[in-house]
């Protein structure tokens, strides 16, 4: 009953999963909706630079995956300066009217480590202009903090390497930015298992956001359906409470009455 009324909210907006899916890597538009519509993700992500939305000579995301029933999240992937990351997410604007909009500014081609310096310049502007920017970033709690301050609708750290499958490398460091937040906290990048993500949402994540993980598994479906099922498990876990860790080891029987 808990996890049925609690919802994750983005920009005032609710949804029912917290589990948010990628659409590139899939062999086909037929495999990656068949995959999104058995994670049950209420988002998907959209690089603008890369997947056709427009050109109705050849296959539309929008003709497999309906953007009346799953919400679109124009992203920047690809990008790497302010530059192109805003002239991508204004065109995003102009041919859906998205606003709600994932920003990811990379520093290399060969690390994918966001760029900062250029993410929180791009993400203080577009929030001028209107924009609700979830924001992909380093695990750095300062610059977290630095780009609330600018006013980004959630912040987006890396759990490792985009595409590595490392799982979450700094737990510590994702705590830290968990308790001086009150924005959506949003694992991004790096998670390899179903597992990982139940780390994440026990770690009091809000959600997580998979592409590869599910895309370039041996069985994109069942591995779908394996992380709906973890980001549920570990978000009721995480609400439900943990117990206390103890050094030493503590009986479960009671120690008095014994015969």
Same mark, same amino acid.
């Given at each position: 009953?808990?996890?049925?009324?609690?919802?994750?909210?983005?920009?005032?907006?609710?949804?029912?999963?917290?589990?948010?899916?990628?659409?590139?890597?899939?062999?086909?538009?037929?495999?990656?909706?068949?995959?999104?519509? &058995?994670?049950?993700?209420? #988002?998907? +992500?959209?690089?603008?630079? !890369? @997947?056709?939305?427009?050109?109705?000579?050849? /296959? %539309?995301?929008?003709?497999?995956i309906d953007p009346k029933k799953i919400t679109y999240l124009p992203n920047t992937a690809g990008c790497f300066n302010s530059e192109e990351a805003l002239r991508t997410l204004r065109l995003a604007r102009?041919?859906?009217?998205?606003?709600?909009?994932?920003?990811?500014?990379?520093?290399?081609?060969?690390?994918?480590?966001?760029?900062?310096?250029?993410? &929180?310049?791009?993400?203080? #502007?577009? +929030?001028?202009?209107?924009? !609700? @920017?979830?924001?992909?970033?380093?695990?750095? /709690? %300062?610059?977290?903090?630095?780009?609330?301050?600018?006013?980004?609708?959630?912040?987006?750290?890396?759990a490792a390497p985009i595409g590595s499958g490392l799982g979450i490398q700094n737990k510590v460091n994702i705590q830290i930015i968990r308790s001086q937040t009150k924005l959506p906290l949003i694992i991004d990048a790096g998670l390899g298992q179903a597992s990982?993500?139940?780390v994440a949402m026990e770690l009091g994540c809000d959600g997580v956001l998979v592409n590869t993980a599910i895309a370039k598994a041996n069985k994109p479906f069942e591995m779908a359906k394996a992380f709906k099922n973890a980001v549920i498990a570990g978000r009721q876990s995480f609400l439900s409470g943990r117990i206390e860790k103890k050094i030493m080891g503590s009986a479960s029987s009671p120690t008095k009455g014994i015969i």
């Open positions: 009953m808990i996890l049925k009324q609690d919802k994750l909210i983005i920009s005032k907006k609710k949804f029912n999963s917290r589990l948010i899916v990628g659409t590139g890597k899939y062999k086909n538009m037929k495999e990656c909706a068949k995959a999104i519509k &058995l994670s049950g993700a209420d #988002i998907v +992500t959209v690089a603008v630079r !890369r @997947v056709n939305i427009t050109n109705k000579k050849k /296959p %539309l995301l929008m003709d497999f102009e041919i859906g009217g998205w606003k709600l909009v994932k920003l990811e500014v990379l520093g290399d081609k060969k690390n994918l480590f966001p760029e900062m310096i250029e993410t &929180l310049k791009s993400t203080e #502007i577009l +929030t001028k202009e209107g924009f !609700r @920017v979830m924001v992909y970033c380093n695990d750095d /709690p %300062l610059m977290a903090k630095r780009l609330e301050n600018v006013g980004a609708a959630a912040i987006m750290p890396l990982d993500a139940t």
